[in-house]
């Protein structure tokens, strides 16, 4: 089909009326800078001595200091939710100049849709209340704008996302590619573009400072929509393709390469069971790999209906996957608890004495398999 | 490394006390059978007359009965949270006997760690109510027993599902396939094998009536360790991967053949977000397909975080995904709302008149890309 | 002050027009009859054999009926939340009408604004999708109909059900009375005036039937402004008025008397407690009440807040209040659960069997204290 | 019955084992000093530039901050979930020695059960985390220990309170009281036994500073037990009594006096519903009373059961009690949005310019009724 060989990057039956968009989309999200904030420590520290959520948040802060004073230990970051379109962008960033975190497994949207989105020089923007009530949503569509609860995003911006990473994939060599592979190219792009075009960007930082990012279901978020373009284009002939199965071998690899581990888990979903599931993983693979051995996950999820995002990480140490010594559920939505648990152990300090573990010079340094 | 050659599926630390396992796993779950309840019908009637969640029950199950009259509507069903494990299957294998759905996607974790399990035999096993405080989660581990909030599973049987998965990529041609295609593959297995060890399943039945199943998250589920198997074991020779880029390739083919659908979604998820973004990568490949005509989604998710599982339909409307006439988001437990909303279109009977779509010859008939 | 001695019964500054109130009072709630619908009983059945709520609803269901089989067992029915106006009415009317409660504690709300309104002969509605937004409140309250999340109320009406407790009161002897002996005063003031005005009452079921209504914080609802209207007509002259004291000692002298009582909580909040709490009482005056027998709860409410509403059945055993050999959460909406619950126990028919406790007569037997 | 006049003050059935007690009750709540943490101010400020639970808190801290600044404004704080055992305790003791509230309307377990308890002398423990499983509840219980989730609680003391309630009662002359006047009773017995046992006291400081506390459901608590033995005691002879309907008359004649109301609400439940409808109780005396003009709730509850925990702003002005320009719900535990609300409000110091309204005096000035 024709079609399917000429993108079209617009959307299609989309008004383009630029002074109704510029009614929804006046003021922007900012990111909340946590290295400004000592005087989250002193809360935090009181908030030990209360009970419910607080008590839980402090005893998080507290493992998470842990586990960067553990010099041993692999911080590995799961994201699943809208973070970076809430704000959180900057928080992630400096975690990642500090040291403060050594792979992150993610959903797409964050890393892609969201961040790559800004350093394309896209921005977020503060929904006006009555949008949430969905009523709007329809005239919202007509202006090509999309909503995330309280957030709007130009669709012609996502659009353009899309675009470039169907470009970039059709700069690289044929062959199969982790998620991980992909998205450093995505920080190379950036690197070799005159970098971000805004303050702060996860996926530029992470390229500078090896840190290895994945996303496990890397088509379904704005790469998916290059994917799908450059399957369209070249059909069966040869192409990059998405690995997925690279993804798991290679976060895998580093377990086996760096038994201590610990995990700060921001929402569930895939990220969370893939990265705990890589213990069982290297144990498959004949490697006496021990559990995780630091666990936090900040979440708003129920536990009783089974999902997977709401499991306890209790439940998780029944799967050998998680050691329940130093673990903690916080039950919290993330942009309150986030800031509070992230700046606590910021301000702290003891990621100054720690050095970041390279993981993306770990894994280009041996690659997959039988060598 | 030699390790990575010889896979290890035995749980290393566990003990294998057979006594102390009769222990934990002697009571199976049972799959409800809606076939028999003909007397949902009018409790779900006399609930549209009420208010809160049964009203907006009985709703979603009136959009799934016209979606079966719509004779143009192919129906796709999207899966997330542990709903085989907890008594679903029975209902998913009769909608697919009773052309009631046309497509499966779902997470990993429901095809392969549970359905397919099932069909080689093993079960899931009632846990007894102490066991859901976690405090008994150390010593199911040390009896290699994983423990799902209220259900339980043996590992050692987990462990040789995992390694099936892998004899099956083993034995196939080198090459990029999607998650369907691997998971057709299962079902071929199951039949060629003297069929499913269990009175219903999810991967054979739907292998028999070409209905196409896609787990876009591939690897994280039992099949991923299979996945990383073959990587250890192949390196870079050639070998077959799983392409997830194919997958989204594939299922936005379906909505360009079959422009009407409806989505009936069970917790939301990648399989949530991968099945509305067909409608936008459509559009992307040149074509003016619809919105989702109808959709419903049943999840205890909070729409207030922000995340992807608990956004509103009226949301994926401002996306251009969705449309709004006939949508119904029901706040309930899977186990409670679904066998009704499905028991009651089952009886129903619009299905009756109905014809499968045979979505897996259509992907088979016709090769991606550019041909 | 003068305005203080006639009561205004009228919304100030609402709009009276008929058309428009028309427009949003079409559609009346219809009460569920869960008398009709014995296909509840194998669908529960089968949910026993599943997991997560499911299961715990068919225990659930299952320690209800044994409650009713036990034959000491006074049945104590606790009511929180919005559940009249929600359809559950005529569940409630059945259960006093086949002995299948003792007693009920329930807030004002479902009592006097909700089950007595409609005795009044006034109805609720059906609030159409786009009201539960909250944007167009302000145009309800300008007509004067209020808002319970989908469902409509005149506020006309409810003034008018304010004005006829007002006048109750006005009719009756100086004294201090329980909240108990105020509502047998609704029940004969329904009786003595030809009835309900609609099919089904539960103030004039359990007068007719001798089962005490207790409502904790009885001047939190309609009656409250009754209770006010006195207090603003008599001041400290004598009057009748409401001993919230005698609530607890009254219910209390119940659990001395009838020392075996199991629980049915339709969600939490004060009616729970205070009905957990007449164990302690009991000891308090001296008498070796044991724990409840059996306790089930039906709630939304989420424990790891803290509040009463969620607080689990086995923490209430801390207290010393509940026994846990026999008690169960079930985590759903009401709507969904409670149908499902009586309805299982009612076609069951170990009711037929049970006598009831008519526990007005014993209270009015013997009055309170030394005598 | 001999029993009923002397009451039992110890539980009955218990182990007073003081080695096992202590293995409990080692380390105490402590409660939060916002006063000391300025650096509340600019995380909450950042909050508001972000998006979900983050913005909404920025933005009912600077409506709180509006109340204040606002002079006509009478600031009605409604609290309901266990928050004094939880160590919110300081934080509402610093709002009234700061004139940032004039009326306080609370569940009486915050009030009695843990504010007066505390003034007694008694304390709040941290439970272990295991201990927040449940099965340790019926342990104990033998040993008299009382769970609140996270929180334990020597239910020896907890009878001591019981017990001092009621011999306050039994030294007031005979007549029918509000909750608000008996609460009076109990600073002032505080005040002349010496003070309170523990460095601050809500019931102790409202006293002083002529804030009135209603408690609407008065015998839901611990001095509902004193209720009890009064009536157990004395019988129909004359006595103090509970009038709850003075406690709605009280609270109707302070918004008849001050018409400009804000409300600052921590969860839901009676205290929310009781204090929202003094302005229809305003109308229905005759009095053209405005709708709450700011409201700001602290709630985890869910708005699709139809609980009034859970019921939003916006609904409760279509039923003309709140107004809409200045509401806020912030969907979060109240231990981490309370210190951030008031601590961003205390430091931003418009309270320095504020006057307290000394709601007491008003009340005892001018008796209830025609006078």
Not at 24 to 40: A, C, Q, R, S, Y
Not at 152 to 180: H, P, Q, W
Not at 203 to 213: L, Q, S
Request: glycine letters at 8%; charged letters at 25%.
């Amino acid at each position: 089909m024709a079609q399917d060989q000429t993108l079209n990057t617009t959307p299609m039956k989309a008004k383009h009326d630029a002074d109704a968009r510029k009614k929804f989309l006046g003021k922007t999200i900012e990111h909340i800078d946590i290295t400004k904030n000592p005087g989250i420590v002193p809360v935090v520290e009181a908030m030990g001595h209360m009970a419910f959520s607080s008590r839980d948040l402090q005893r998080a802060a507290d493992i998470y200091d842990r586990m960067l004073k553990d010099k041993e230990c692999g911080v590995i970051l799961t994201l699943a939710g809208s973070l970076i379109s809430a704000g959180l962008k900057k928080v992630i960033v400096d975690m990642i100049r500090s040291n403060m975190v050594d792979a992150i497994v993610s959903t797409g949207a964050n890393i892609v849709d969201q961040d790559f989105f800004e350093a394309l020089g896209f921005r977020h923007y503060v929904a006006s209340d009555e949008l949430k009530s969905g009523l709007f949503d329809g005239e919202l569509r007509e202006h090509a704008i999309d909503r995330i609860y309280d957030t709007l995003i130009s669709e012609d911006e996502l659009r353009i996302c899309d675009e470039v990473t169907g470009k970039i994939f059709d700069g690289m060599e044929s062959g199969a590619y982790s998620s991980r592979e992909f998205l450093r190219e995505f920080g190379r792009y950036l690197d070799e573009n005159g970098g971000p075009k805004c303050a702060d960007s996860i996926v530029y930082e992470a390229f500078k400072r090896d840190v290895p990012i994945f996303c496990p279901a890397f088509s379904d978020c704005s790469a998916g929509f290059g994917l799908v373009a450059i399957q369209a284009a070249r059909g069966d002939s040869p192409k990059p393709t998405w690995d997925g199965g690279k993804d798991f071998y290679e976060l895998t690899q580093l377990k086996i390469k760096n038994k201590e581990t610990g995990l700060l888990m921001i929402g569930g979903g895939v990220p969370k069971n893939f990265t705990q599931d890589i213990v069982v993983a290297a144990e498959v693979l004949g490697h006496d790999a021990p559990m995780h051995k630091y666990a936090i996950q900040i979440t708003v999820a129920d536990v009783r209906d089974g999902a997977l995002s709401s499991s306890t990480l209790k439940e998780a140490s029944s799967w050998g996957k998680v050691d329940t010594v130093f673990e903690q559920m916080v039950y919290s939505e993330a942009t309150l608890a986030m800031p509070l648990i992230v700046g606590y152990a910021y301000h702290k300090g003891s990621w100054k004495a720690r050095t970041g573990k390279k993981w993306s010079q770990v894994l280009e340094q041996q690659p997959a398999g039988v060598a």
